[in-house]
């Protein structure tokens, strides 16, 4: 392999734009936007800058190994900061739980409401490292090519020690029994846009990965890595071409040999797609050539949540707001109900608040905030010709931001609303548009299932010869440490056919 064409900019795309280049392939990367960063972009609003997609910013290492694998250095690119405390936790009963590090701090919080589950904190905590080792091990530095990488020994074993069929909310009944304390870890599903009542037990890992490996702010915002992977691909010779749009990948005797672009024709030895694998299949790839992957077949996954998403620049400063800031309504079940059963918008949802003005004053005037406001949303329903739908038009978001932001004030940011200085919307049917995310999911298919958890599409494609996938819909999965290893994983596996 000497070239590569990859489809998508998204920090999967990048990473492996990144490992090939740094290794002497000829990569061409190629994005439909007009900025690259895939679900992760900046947002100007007046004198008020945010982030659109990822706040929460975990597993450092996985971002760094990027860097490393091509002989540089993450901290001459992107400037990261650790958050103490990690994040705000405000349940409707009026409990707070600042999410810390520290054991002890977290059974004080905790114990203010439910002793019990105060006391078996550090047991929960041990079976979190225990299934976050077993992961990194099984799961996510490993490649799944097919049934050869999925009928091994050492996977089956690892397997059976994750409790693979015990939902995430099932092993957490066995620590806690308080509602604030089941919302407040059930809430990891979501992670993977997922409900803690379905996803199986292997998440409880992120209470491992956040409250001992830490969560981490970006000076500048967030945007700053992909500021730094483009930078860093660029200085190795990625020719990246922006507003972009490909609309064919070619396929000549079972094999990818390029794609058919808005730019022209693109031909390389090896394709990698980090666009959604499933909106690649279904959009650019004819049924005929992928017996594996039918139309059938990509309806049968389930999407995983998709978000709707407020930024709003107000003229004032909540001293109650750190950095993450996560407001549970009173019933956690029905949330889920309402976004997997009955997939429509959530009536009471648990609000989530980036404001990383708290840390970094550079993003909103003085006395001012800049508020990134993120509720959970059920995917696109499934239509025929991939033209979607669903309840998001953009009357019903107008009102819908605003049911939003009257719920906040009614759990202490006062006068939200009227001293609204910029605000936009984002909807799922936005994402879908924007980023080609299949059904609007933000994490490509939910891992409520174990199949779907631990079996997504594979990262080869099965009918056609040098076509890869990087990217949250294909294995390890969604969130941006774990795409920044998909991308690492295929590229390593590329270059072992180019020595
Ligand atoms: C609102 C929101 C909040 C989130 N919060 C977090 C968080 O706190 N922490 C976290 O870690 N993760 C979070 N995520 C998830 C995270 O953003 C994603 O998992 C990750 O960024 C996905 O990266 P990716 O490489 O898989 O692909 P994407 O970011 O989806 O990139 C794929 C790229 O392919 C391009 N593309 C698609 N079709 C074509 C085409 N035909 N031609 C050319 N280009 C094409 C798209 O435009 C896009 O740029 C969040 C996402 C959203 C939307």
């Known amino acids: 392999m000497k070239s590569a064409v990859i489809i998508g900019g998204g920090i999967g795309g990048l990473s492996c734009a990144i490992r090939l ?14 900025t690259l960063g895939g679900k992760l972009q900046r947002v100007q609003l007046g004198s008020y800058q945010f982030d659109r997609g990822p706040s929460t910013i975990t597993m450092l290492e996985s971002f760094a190994k990027i860097f490393k694998s091509v002989g540089r250095h993450i901290d001459d690119y992107i400037h990261f900061y650790p958050l103490t405390p990690l994040a705000r936790n405000v349940f409707a009963d009026g409990h707070t739980v600042d999410l810390t590090t520290s054991i002890e701090a977290m059974q004080q919080q905790i114990a203010a409401f439910a002793p019990q589950d105060a006391a078996n904190y550090p047991q929960f905590m041990a079976e979190a490292r225990k299934l976050y080792a077993i992961s990194k091990k099984a799961f996510l530095h490993q490649l799944m090519l097919g049934w050869h990488d999925k009928l091994k020994p050492s996977l089956a074993v690892s397997f059976l020690q994750i409790h693979p069929f015990t939902t995430l909310q099932k092993l957490l009944l066995r620590y806690f029994k308080h509602p604030n304390t089941l919302a407040l870890f059930g809430r990891y599903a979501t992670y993977v846009g997922s409900s803690p009542y379905e996803a199986p037990a292997i998440f409880a890992m992120m209470a491992s990965l956040e409250a001992e490996e830490g969560i981490y702010g970006v000076y500048g915002g967030t945007y700053e890595i992909v500021c730094g992977l483009e930078k860093l691909a660029i200085e190795l010779g990625v020719e990246i071409h922006k507003s972009c749009r490909v609309q064919r990948i070619i396929i000549e005797h079972k094999c990818a040999t390029g794609v058919e672009s808005s730019a022209g024709t693109f031909q390389a030895d090896v394709v990698v797609a980090n666009a959604d694998a499933l909106t690649v299949y279904a959009t650019m790839i004819e049924e005929r050539h992928r017996p594996a992957m039918s139309d059938k077949k990509i309806a049968s996954y389930e999407p995983s949540l998709s978000g709707y998403v407020v930024l709003a620049g107000v003229n004032k400063v909540y001293p109650q707001l750190l950095h993450h800031n996560v407001y549970f309504p009173p019933n956690y079940e029905q949330e889920f109900k309402q976004l997997f059963k009955e997939k429509t918008p959530l009536t009471e949802p648990t609000i989530y608040i980036c404001y990383n003005g708290h840390d970094d004053r550079e993003v ?24 979607y739908n669903g309840p998001f038009t953009e009357s019903f978001s107008e009102q819908y931001g605003e049911h939003v932001l009257q719920m906040l004030e009614k759990r202490g940011l006062n006068d939200l609303r009227s001293s609204l200085q910029v605000q936009a919307t984002f909807t799922p049917v936005d994402l879908h548009q924007q980023t080609g995310a299949h059904r609007g999911a933000i994490y490509g298919i939910s891992s409520n299932r174990a199949q779907q958890t631990f079996f997504r599409p594979g990262n080869r494609a099965q009918d056609i010869d040098n076509l890869w996938f990087v990217g949250g819909t294909t294995h390890p999965g969604g969130g941006t440490p774990i795409v920044a290893l998909s991308g690492q994983l295929v590229a390593e596996r590329l270059l072992l056919n180019l020595h």
């Open 21 to 34: 280049a740094g290794a002497g392939v000829r990569v061409t990367l190629l994005e439909q936007q007009a």
């Open 364 to 387: 909103a005037p003085q006395d001012s905030s800049n508020l990134f406001i993120l509720v959970n949303a059920p995917s696109l329903p499934e239509s025929t010709g991939f033209q």
